[in-house]
């Protein structure tokens, strides 16, 4: 089953959304992700995207964040919420984006909403794929967990809420033994090299609207992280 580029990373534009705004007055909703490269939106509750920054390098998080977000801010200065990929992904990279967003949201005495990171995928994916009248139908998002493994979470239509339905949590696979195991899934593979952070945040709207939690406040790393605390000094006599 061949696997298919992500075209729909930057979705709002693809929705309908009017990108820009000064001082949006109503409730703002500021998403960021860093599972892949780096995202910092903001949104309106309705999904009108004000702001939409982006950078597709894998690594530098930490570099580049604090600029997008300022950034994103400089449009919608004041906030109600921070919605938070939550992975899966790289641990150093992913924490990166947690870390700066549950800081950012203590700063500005403002609530979290965690969501899975491939949720916003697959929201961007079902809403350009209802414009064109295309049948979505079961699919698997898929992102790079290296150490020749993918990271998938199985999706199927959308519920009433707005929100992709998950037939199945993120899981890990072997690169080589991925489509076998897709295809006994009946989903088609989707592939995504990048993350929006305003479908991120967009999840997280429609999640409080509905008043549900997408996923827990622990991040989505699917393996542990290669640097552990080094042991307790041995005593000697």
């Given at each position: 089953m061949p696997g298919r580029a992500s075209p729909r990373a930057r979705a709002p534009a693809a929705i309908g959304c009017r990108v820009g705004g000064d001082g949006y007055p109503g409730t703002v909703i500021i998403g960021i992700d860093t599972s892949l490269g780096?995202?910092?939106?903001?949104?309106?509750?309705?999904?009108?995207?004000?702001a939409d920054e982006q950078s597709s390098n894998p690594l530098g998080h930490a570099e580049v964040i604090g600029d997008l977000l300022r950034r994103a801010t400089a449009v919608a200065p004041t906030p109600t919420h921070v919605a938070i990929g939550m992975g899966p992904g790289p641990f150093t990279g992913l924490?990166?984006?947690?870390?700066?967003?549950?800081?950012y949201a203590v700063g500005r005495g403002i609530p979290v909403v965690p969501v899975p990171s491939h949720d916003g995928i697959a929201l961007g994916l079902l809403l350009s794929d209802a414009l064109t009248a295309t049948d979505t139908g079961r699919f698997a998002v898929v992102t790079?967990?290296?150490?020749?493994e993918f990271a998938f979470s199985l999706y199927e239509g959308i519920d009433d809420d707005g929100l992709p339905v998950r037939l199945a949590d993120a899981a890990l696979s072997p690169r080589d033994d991925l489509d076998a195991r897709l295809d006994e899934l009946g989903a088609r593979r989707y592939d995504a090299t990048s993350v929006s952070a305003a479908m991120i945040a967009l999840a997280a709207a429609r999640a409080l609207d509905a008043g549900r939690e997408l996923t827990g406040s622990e991040p989505l790393y699917l393996r542990s992280p290669d640097v552990v605390a080094a042991h307790a000094p041995k005593r000697v006599s």
């Open positions: 780096t995202a910092v939106a903001a949104i309106a509750r309705d999904g009108e995207v004000l924490r990166v984006g947690i870390a700066t967003a549950r800081v790079d967990a290296r150490r020749r």
